[in-house]
């Protein structure tokens, strides 16, 4: 079964400029995830969707970043302008459903490898 | 605040040297304490998901355990290879029967390196 993919992997931009990475979670997945992990950090929550409507996006910093992920499936997080304290890693994530009441647990959730994103 | 505190940040094992790692949290209403392991330049990678307090889950050389207050992963026998950075996360009780999710909330991680 393939993992979440996700692009670029590294990427360089001077303070101000954009940068958009994209996501392609798990075949079948309804929810996705977008992280922020900030090195010695654990990873921060900053958008949620489930299928293509969004149901957490309250630590999203949304004067600068902006996320979508249309007929539910690759998703694209964008920053713009960037600045320097937005270095760290954006980790992509998917998990079948948030939350399964019949049985009362929660879905695993698989996380890409990370795109990391260095402003300079 | 939902607050989940790893300790240590870091630990260095011999192999073969037994020990455990700590995650304490505070959560209005536990629905799940969460184990990940990541690699250096690597995704988070899921161990364990624990629901109530005195449950146990292993896994290999791996054993995770639930209180009211805290979870342990204890390490028996540890190899070099187990050597990562150990992330805790709680998922807090929201809304019943709502897919709308609740954020996992991330400790700080402890870093184990085991040597030969």
């Known amino acids: 079964e393939a993992g979440v993919a996700q692009s670029p992997r590294y990427k360089i931009i001077e303070k101000r400029q954009s940068v958009a990475f994209w996501c392609n979670p798990i075949s079948g997945h309804a929810t996705l995830y977008w992280y922020q992990q900030i090195l010695g950090q654990g990873p921060k929550l900053l958008i949620q969707f489930q299928n293509n409507g969004v149901v957490d996006d309250s630590q999203l910093p949304k004067d600068r970043f902006s996320a979508e992920r249309l007929k539910g499936v690759d998703s694209t997080l964008k920053i713009q302008p960037a600045k320097l304290e937005d270095s760290a890693v954006y980790l992509c994530?998917?998990?079948?459903?948030?939350?399964?009441?019949?049985?009362?647990?929660?879905?695993?959730?698989?996380f890409g490898e990370g795109s990391w994103l260095t402003v300079v | 605040e939902d607050q989940v505190t790893q300790s240590p940040e870091a630990l260095r094992l011999q192999e073969g040297e037994s020990s455990s790692l700590n995650c304490s949290y505070t959560?209005?209403?536990?629905?799940?304490l969460f184990w990940y392991r990541q690699d250096p330049g690597k995704g988070p990678e899921f161990l364990f998901t624990?629901?109530?307090a005195g449950e146990e889950k292993e896994k290999e050389r791996l054993k995770a355990t639930l209180t009211k207050k805290e979870s342990f992963l204890h390490i028996t026998a540890p190899k070099p290879e187990d050597s990562a950075t150990y992330l805790c996360a709680v998922q807090a009780l929201g809304v019943e029967d709502s897919n709308s999710g609740y954020a996992l909330n991330f400790g700080k991680g402890t870093s184990l390196l085991v040597t030969p």
């Open positions: 994530a998917s998990s079948l459903r948030w939350w399964d009441s019949r049985t009362s647990s929660g879905n695993t959730i698989y």
């Open positions: 624990l629901y109530s």
């Open positions: 959560v209005s209403g536990l629905r799940g």
